[in-house]
């Protein structure tokens, strides 16, 4: 049910939404839909008879998702190793893709800039929109908005801050992710002369960007581990699985979805091999058995391969034959056949790698569409769970943040994003808007299967956009302008 905007007499007014991961092509999460919503929310907005402040408060645009979004060209490193990704040429490619296919999105944005002359748009970079950074994304981005002189590029603001404070009230504004351990932005530092360790820092401002130079001499931005996860595995299941990544937050997916993988007959083979070198990144560790992340009395043998070995043996002889021939096709050097491969724990690793990079050769397998998961309580006898070691809770450690943050610079409010997670604590002063994407509902739902994740499966994933306003004087509230109810 939609919530109309409210409509309060007062000089000006703050609007702060979130998350909304704008992007383009088949990875695309803004659908028809969710476009929709957004353009009518920014319609309403526009019709205030007093000043507006639309605050975007990160992940605005999903350029990690947008085209281009797979090649070994999008990843290099620095001199000393630090990850980076895209260079400003490759960021601006992903802009003009995004805006070509959200036209309506942002013609809305330059009606309401057009609409009150002191109306201002206020761009919050988040960990999938890093690429503000660049001066380039920048200028296309204002050009894209100003409607070729209806706006003024005073109205636009690029806050290259890791915080955003307005002019009136005492709130403290972010993204959040620089709290998530997977997704912050902060590199190891060493002294140049001595090479001992200075400690890691935020690359979060102007002064100090997160883009780096790489061996080659090309700048790129800094490749945090949630953006590195989606250009090296996480894109290519949502190729496959369009719904797979939006299931948040991460840790739930992992729980749920990820371990259920390695069970005979819970996910289908193609997940199998996609979580498996998630979990072997995860690790650390490119030659040790990715299970050390989960917990099972059954861990003498590598499930990922206990399973692909289950496949082969169901081939034909002349299917066998054929995938051994797309293997070496493919430039793998197969000089024996894959079930020795697989049947040696050390052999087992390079093939596994191969497969879980190029999953379109699974489609030689006869697939389980009637895969089931289980959730961790009601699991079966073996089932694998995530270790609890690495089941990071990123909604407390914003909620943790906003504590500390409250406590030692005496804001009256914190408002963050990132986690997709809606959280309204006026008790504590905290807020989070949760997100303008579709999120997978768990109330009630101890048995589902990966066949949810696939094309067509919106009903599982219903959304909720959320925004917080404040107004003078600064008492945030967080409203609903839309719902979509699951029957």
């Keep these: 049910m939609k919530v109309p905007i409210a409509k309060k007499s007062v000089d000006t007014a703050i609007l702060i939404i979130s998350d909304l991961h704008v992007g383009a092509g088949p990875l695309d999460d803004c659908d028809d839909e969710l476009e929709a919503q957004l353009v009518s929310f920014i319609e309403g907005v526009c019709t205030r008879a007093y000043p507006v402040e639309l605050i975007i408060n990160g992940d605005f645009l999903d350029f990690a998702q947008a085209p281009p979004w797979r090649g070994r060209e999008l990843e290099s490193v620095s001199a000393l190793g630090i990850p980076l990704c895209f260079t400003e040429e490759q960021s601006v490619a992903k802009l003009r893709a995004i805006v070509k296919e959200h036209i309506s999105i942002f013609a809305g944005l330059t009606n309401f800039l057009a609409a009150n002359s002191q109306n201002r748009l206020v761009i919050n970079p988040g960990n999938h929109d890093a690429d503000f950074f660049w001066p380039r994304v920048r200028a296309v981005f204002l050009k894209s908005v100003l409607g070729k002189g209806r706006a003024d590029p005073e109205q636009v603001l690029f806050n290259l801050a890791q915080v955003y404070k307005p002019d009136f009230g005492n709130t403290?504004?972010?993204?959040?992710?620089?709290?998530?351990?997977?997704?912050?932005?902060?590199?190891?530092?060493?002294?140049?002369?001595?090479?001992?360790?200075?400690?890691?820092?935020?690359?979060?401002?102007?002064?100090?960007?997160?883009?780096?130079?790489?061996r080659t001499g090309v700048k790129r931005l800094y490749e945090c581990l949630g953006t590195r996860f989606m250009i090296e595995f996480l894109n290519s299941l949502d190729a496959h699985?369009?719904?797979?990544?939006?299931?948040?937050?991460?840790?739930?997916?992992?729980?749920?979805?990820?371990?259920?993988?390695?069970?005979?007959?819970?996910?289908?083979?193609?997940?199998?091999?996609a979580v498996w070198r998630m979990l072997r990144y995860i690790s650390g560790n490119a030659v040790t058995d990715p299970t050390g992340l989960l917990e099972t009395e059954r861990t003498e043998k590598d499930p990922a391969a206990v399973l692909l070995v289950e496949k082969i043996?169901?081939?034909?002889?002349?299917?066998?034959?054929?995938?051994?021939?797309?293997?070496?096709?493919?430039?793998?050097?197969?000089?024996?056949?894959?079930?020795?491969?697989?049947?040696?724990?050390?052999?087992?690793?390079?093939?596994?790698?191969?497969?879980?990079?190029?999953?379109?050769?699974?489609?030689?397998?006869?697939?389980?569409n009637s895969s089931y998961l289980s959730q961790e309580n009601s699991a079966p006898d073996g089932y694998l769970t995530l270790s609890k070691r690495f089941a990071v809770d990123e909604t407390q450690e914003l909620i943790r943040a906003a504590q500390s943050i409250i406590r030692e610079n005496k804001v009256e409010a914190v408002i963050m994003g990132h986690t997709h997670e809606p959280v309204r604590d006026p008790e504590l002063a905290y807020f989070n808007t949760g997100s303008w994407t579709r999120n997978y509902d768990f109330k009630d739902r101890k048995l589902t299967s990966w066949e949810i994740l696939k094309p067509g499966s919106q009903k599982y994933f219903p959304y909720e956009l959320n925004y917080v306003e404040l107004s003078d004087p600064a008492e945030p509230r967080m409203e609903t302008y839309a719902r979509e109810e699951i029957n």
């Design 241 to 273: 699985y369009p719904f797979v990544d939006n299931v948040k937050p991460f840790k739930r997916f992992l729980q749920i979805f990820g371990a259920s993988a390695f069970v005979s007959g819970f996910g289908p083979l193609k997940a199998t091999l």
């Design 313 to 368: 043996k169901m081939l034909s002889d002349e299917e066998r034959f054929a995938f051994h021939q797309t293997l070496r096709d493919r430039q793998f050097n197969l000089e024996r056949s894959a079930l020795t491969y697989l049947q040696d724990p050390e052999m087992s690793v390079p093939l596994l790698t191969f497969l879980s990079e190029n999953l379109d050769l699974l489609d030689a397998f006869p697939q389980d």
């Design 172 to 214: 403290w504004i972010e993204h959040g992710n620089n709290y998530d351990p997977a997704n912050q932005f902060r590199i190891d530092e060493y002294d140049p002369i001595g090479g001992s360790h200075l400690g890691r820092s935020l690359y979060w401002d102007q002064a100090k960007p997160p883009i780096l130079t790489d």
